[in-house]
């Protein structure tokens, strides 16, 4: 029987866990150098029109991509845009349909399965991605949000987050997002993504490249303002809204 070689005296393994680990503290200590010499904010917004412009090229000849709305998205002050889920290629494409949009960043949420990938990881969290974890937004990402509305900023959320129960995934309803643009008395801006299932597979680690995806930005959705609107019936109605017709 063929044995197993032995490792080196002093080797070692170095996990992805730990890797990533290394690479989102080298990220901060950068981050934390260009916040020192006043420049944080500057970067930050220039990292993200960079990233997001690269990734809309890069998507653009892989899936045909075309993006039409983008003047619903509003040129100042804060709103929720809202796409189908958190998980597969619904968020990365959120993104792409906001880029180039009055020059305005997204903060958008992320299944938390996305942060478990070495590097990128640490590419969401420079850009202050939010979490979302066994499909509901958290205490202190519920925090991060109301921050950034009150500064005026874009959220982006999704109608249903995905919940890990046991070895099934299931969808459940994102009542956290009308709470939390019902409190704050902003828009939601729902984004229709056509041909997006199936696209990115984040806990498999793959991606799809024979599909053909449009986006639609539609105009703003105000009904849950009225506080006497049920939020379930707001969600289904954005949920049709978000879903494409066949």
Not at 133 to 150: A, F
Not at 196 to 223: H, M, Q, T
Not at 229 to 241: F, G, I, N, T, Y
Request: charged letters at 25%.
């Amino acid at each position: 029987m063929a044995q197993n070689p032995e490792k080196p005296a002093g080797s070692r393994v170095v996990s992805s866990q730990t890797l990533s680990s290394l690479i989102d503290e080298s990220l901060f200590s950068v981050y934390k150098i260009i916040e020192a010499v006043g420049l944080a904010t500057a970067f930050k917004r220039s990292s993200w029109n960079i990233g997001t412009g690269a990734l809309k090229e890069v998507l653009k000849n892989i899936f045909n991509l075309k993006v039409h709305g983008r003047e619903n998205i509003p040129a100042t002050g804060a709103a929720i845009t809202c796409v189908k889920s958190s998980s597969g290629a619904y968020p990365f494409l959120a993104w792409v349909a906001v880029a180039e949009s009055q020059n305005r960043i997204l903060h958008q949420a992320f299944d938390i399965e996305f942060f478990k990938i070495v590097g990128l990881r640490s590419v969401l969290n420079w850009l202050d991605s939010i979490e979302v974890v066994e499909g509901n937004i958290v205490g202190p990402e519920k925090e991060r949000i109301k921050s950034y509305i009150r500064d005026n900023e874009l959220i982006g959320l999704s109608v249903e987050n995905v919940k890990q129960s046991g070895d099934k995934e299931e969808a459940v309803l994102s009542i956290d997002m009308i709470e939390i643009a019902r409190d704050a008395g902003v828009p939601i801006i729902p984004v229709q993504i056509s041909n997006a299932e199936g696209v990115v597979d984040a806990r498999a680690r793959k991606v799809s490249l024979n599909k053909k995806i449009a986006i639609a930005i539609l105009p703003p959705y105000v009904k849950h303002l009225d506080k006497n609107a049920s939020v379930k019936d707001c969600l289904v109605e954005l949920r049709e809204l978000v879903t494409p017709k066949e």
